[in-house]
T-cell receptor
């Protein structure tokens, strides 16, 4: 049973380009969460999605950032017109549906470097 | 707004020592608390999850306690080994039903166990 899969592991973009980060949740999980970890800082919540729905995007910057979790395929975090301050590790986590005590399972992250 | 603080930020101990990592949170309305381990350049591995109704959880050499009323949790590592060197993160899940498995993280404790 594969865990949470994120790709790419490393992504280098020049300022102004677009970054697309992908996350495939664990099998059977329908809830996806994106977190960002800036250098030397803790993880900060960005967005919580269920299939075809954004449940909470309170931690995501209002501009340039968007996320989706389509009916088929992985969840995508998209950053348009990247700037140097977007350089960070972006982690995806998943959990099953239902309000339960299951732990959150994290992927290995995508490390974005903006040059 | 929930805030999670971890003390100390960094800790260096000789192999074999027992040690305690501290986590405090400002809002006691939590559903559960999780301790994670993060190795450099890697994702997060869930170590222990304590439900709000529980006082402690144990797994091997690890023991986590929770005092919800005072907003504190500790992670006790017995007989530390060099392989325990990593960053340890605590995170709380809110009681709010609509929040899913959204977690608020502390800044982490960077542990180095010297041989």
């Amino acid at each position: 049973n594969a865990g949470v899969m994120q790709n790419p592991r490393h992504l280098v973009r020049r300022r102004g380009q677009e970054a697309r980060l992908r996350c495939s949740p664990m099998k059977g999980h329908s809830h996806v969460y994106w977190y960002r970890q800036l250098p030397e800082e803790g993880l900060k919540f960005m967005v919580y999605l269920q299939k075809e729905n954004i449940i909470d995007e309170s931690g995501m910057p209002k501009e340039r950032f968007s996320a989706e979790f389509p009916k088929e395929g992985p969840s995508i975090l998209r950053i348009q017109q990247v700037v140097r301050g977007d350089s960070a590790a972006y982690f995806c986590a998943s959990s099953p549906a239902g309000y339960n005590n299951s732990p959150l399972h994290f992927g290995n992250g995508t490390r974005l470097t903006v040059t | 707004k929930q805030e999670v603080t971890q003390i100390p930020a960094a800790l260096s101990v000789p192999e074999g020592e027992n040690l305690v990592l501290n986590c405090s949170f400002t809002d006691s309305a939590i559903y559960n608390l999780q301790w994670f381990r993060q190795d450099p350049g890697k994702g997060l591995t869930s170590l222990l999850l304590i439900q709000s109704s529980q006082r402690e959880q144990t797994s091997g050499r690890l023991n986590a306690s929770l005092d919800k009323s005072s907003g504190r949790s500790t992670l006790y590592i017995a007989a530390s080994q060099p392989g325990d060197s990593a960053t340890y993160l605590c995170a709380v899940r809110p009681l709010n039903n609509n929040a899913g498995n959204m977690l608020t993280f502390g800044g982490g404790t960077r542990l180095m166990v010297k041989p």
